[in-house]
């Protein structure tokens, strides 16, 4: 028996911790943000998360939009206090001056994936998918080299001992190494397809990363390399040498998309043409972050199992800093593998980092945008966590919090999963821990302001809350009753007929099995109580001892002092053991009739009238349900059916030819009646 009923949403178990933490829930529950990944997931502006839990004012950006492109694939700080940027998808130079954008060179390429310094203070560009190498000097772009076979120059390195700048390609995975006056020669050539990335030494040594394979490359010499990593990855993204020597290196395994355009091959005499260079909105993958010491010892410092990396730079204060390509977050970390989200934008991905002179920068894209690094926090740093579910409505209580130095708190609530105008405005703020002012809702978010102290640091955040109370609601009873029965033996069939006269598998019993189902949407704690009622009478019968708590979902019922008969159980639930008594919310349900038949039935009047078995079969309760016979000892039973050819009353007449099962000369025949609960009786009779 089922009820169908219409209820809200199930309880969603909150995504932070919730104390206390028994598998029902209990009255007042408290959401608790005491780990990095709390933090994350809302708006953090102007600070820094790192994994230990610690909110902290971080990077105060700004933010200045780049109409001219969608993709900043690399930045360049010039001495005069510029910046110029290479794009995508037109393959365009820009210079940043403060706010004013401005193009000043066009490569006719789809893509321009790196700058560098070189020969007296121009500039060397690598683009893609034409394979050349650029030179952008006083205003002026002219080609330096095209490298025979490259369709894309991944990066370009110079090296001011050898006056050389080194670019690594693909897709035939060769370093070339091109002079001032443009002659090119291949340096070293691996096995890969790609070698997107190249770094010089301070003392010439080059570094080089692959793709398809994640090898990282030391060259000492034209030809002469040695792998310094194997990632067992799909790419070496990027690469960072410090002054001291040390090689820092990103690598990824991606797992769709590509990052840039390739030539596709035309029918007829058509050119290749090249396809628009996107940021990888398809691509996904794991990124990871490598130190190795002067003498080649790695060291990991992140592992990120949802996000890959795609920009690396080393910041001012010597450490490493990485871009990613899925949520437009920068994380740095430190000599303890602590590690940091310094900066969360609203844009995806991270293209390029600038975190050393006097003009750090991160440079966004989708859409193109650069955020100037303003210093560390300052009035607008601000924390806002992700939305906080609930469940259902609820009322907050009191919000506190650890931190050294000052913050002020703030709330807001709404019955929407992403805030709108019908979620309320930011409360006043709390200087200190309080009660929470905004209105009972199921969401809410909680906003710190570091505009007292930006030395402060958050470690954890507490709000306790206590939501509406909704009815458990019974939806379905089963009652097993007699007999204990196989996985295979059912009353029904498929289509829910039931049978009678079939073979018994099973044992009669005294006990009945009761279970039931629940639908419990703010997963309280629920007690149940049991009643029973003989059919065809209005009064019920506590099933239970007295001041018996059940809290399970089933009962074992002993049937053996009752009167035989047909009755039937009520189950309520009830929400007490987690609300004080003017919450308490009830629900009942009744279950079908259960059979309670503890006795065999009566073979009267066995009789033998020459090949015919007669006999009158009797139950208390009824229906006679299976009567077979046997010769006796044999143990080989043979079903017979009524005279009226149905399974159908509590009295049934046996008059059943048995011809075929009677032997020779004088036997002894067996007849055994069951009742549906199981309950059979045995009587004998000798044939002659």
Do not use: C
């Not at 859409?367 to 259902?392: C, F, N, Q, Y």
């Not at 402060?456 to 007699?482: M, Y």
Request: no cysteine.
């Amino acid at each position: 028996m089922k009820r169908i009923v219409q209820l809200l949403p199930m309880f969603t178990a909150v995504a932070l911790t919730l104390v206390p933490t028994p598998a029902a829930a209990v009255g007042t529950r408290r959401f608790i943000l005491q780990n990095g990944d709390d933090y994350k997931g809302g708006d953090l502006k102007g600070v820094a998360v790192d994994s230990a839990g610690r909110v902290r004012a971080g990077l105060n950006l700004g933010t200045i939009p780049v109409a001219q492109g969608n993709v900043i694939w690399s930045v360049l700080d010039r001495r005069d206090g510029s910046l110029l940027l290479g794009t995508g998808n037109e393959g365009k130079v820009l210079e940043a001056r403060g706010a004013k954008i401005t193009v000043v060179a066009e490569t006719k390429s789809l893509v321009v994936t790196s700058l560098a310094e070189a020969w007296g203070g121009s500039v060397v560009l690598g683009t893609l998918p034409e394979g050349k190498v650029m030179k952008l000097d006083r205003g002026k772009l002219t080609d330096v080299a095209t490298l025979k076979g490259a369709e894309h120059v991944w990066q370009v390195a110079y090296d001011p001992k050898t006056r050389s700048v080194f670019a690594a390609t693909g897709p035939e995975g060769k370093l070339w190494r091109i002079g001032a006056g443009g002659e090119a020669q291949v340096y070293f050539d691996a096995e890969e397809q790609h070698l997107m990335s190249v770094a010089v030494a301070p003392d010439g040594t080059l570094y080089a990363g692959a793709s398809d394979k994640a090898k990282l490359y030391k060259i000492t010499g034209p030809g002469r390399a040695s792998v310094l990593h194997d990632f067992g990855r799909t790419e070496v993204r990027a690469i960072s040498v410090s002054s001291k020597g040390e090689v820092f290196a990103i690598a990824n395994e991606i797992k769709a998309g590509s990052y840039a355009p390739s030539r596709r091959a035309q029918s007829g005499n058509q050119p290749a043409t090249a396809q628009p260079a996107q940021p990888p909105a398809k691509v996904s993958g794991k990124g990871t972050l490598f130190a190795f010491s002067p003498e080649g010892t790695p060291d990991q410092l992140l592992d990120d199992a949802e996000e890959h990396y795609v920009s690396l730079a080393l910041g001012d204060d010597g450490r490493p800093y990485v871009g990613t390509g899925v949520n437009g977050r920068v994380y740095t970390v430190d000599a303890n593998h602590n590690s940091v989200l310094v900066a969360d934008t609203d844009e995806r991905q991270i293209g390029a980092l600038l975190l050393r002179g006097k003009q750090p920068v991160l440079a966004a894209s989708d859409p193109a945008v650069l955020h100037p690094v303003r210093g560390m926090g300052g009035t607008e740093a601000v924390w806002t966590s992700k939305v906080l579910d609930a469940g259902i409505r609820a009322q907050y209580g009191r919000l506190s919090w650890d931190a050294t130095g000052v913050l002020e708190f703030s709330t807001r609530t709404g019955n929407t999963l992403a805030p709108d105008d019908t979620w309320s405005a930011w409360s006043n703020p709390l200087a200190a821990p309080g009660p929470v002012q905004s209105a009972p809702a199921r969401f809410i978010q909680v906003r710190a302001r570091w505009s007292r102290d930006k030395n402060a640091i958050l470690n954890d955040v507490t709000l306790p809350f206590v939501t509406d109370n909704l009815r458990a609601v019974v939806t379905e009873i089963d009652a097993s009753s007699g007999a204990k029965k196989s996985r295979k033996d059912s009353d029904a069939s498929p289509a829910g007929v039931a049978e009678s006269g079939g073979p018994i598998d099973k044992k009669a019993d005294a006990n009945v099995t009761l279970t039931w189902k629940v639908d419990n949407p703010d997963k309280d704690s629920l007690r149940y109580r049991l009643q029973y009622r003989l059919v065809g009478t209005t009064t019920w019968y506590d099933l239970l001892k007295p001041h018996e708590k059940l809290t399970k979902e089933t009962h074992t019922w002993d049937t053996s002092d009752l009167p035989e008969g047909a009755y039937r159980v009520r189950v309520i639930a009830s929400d007490e053991l987690s609300n004080p008594p003017d919450r308490v919310k009830r629900d009942d349900m009744e279950s079908g009739m259960v059979l309670v038949d503890n006795t065999p039935p009566s073979i009267d009047a066995l009789r033998l009238q020459g090949r015919r078995l007669q006999a009158t079969l009797l139950d208390g309760v009824g229906p006679i349900h299976r009567i077979e016979v046997a010769v006796a000892g044999t143990d080989e039973w043979f079903p017979l059916y009524p005279a009226d050819g149905v399974f159908d009353e509590q009295r049934e007449e046996l008059n059943a030819d048995v011809s075929a099962i009677m032997p020779a000369g004088a036997a002894l025949l067996s007849v055994r009646a069951y009742d549906k609960a199981g309950n059979f009786v045995v009587r004998s009779i000798t044939a002659r």
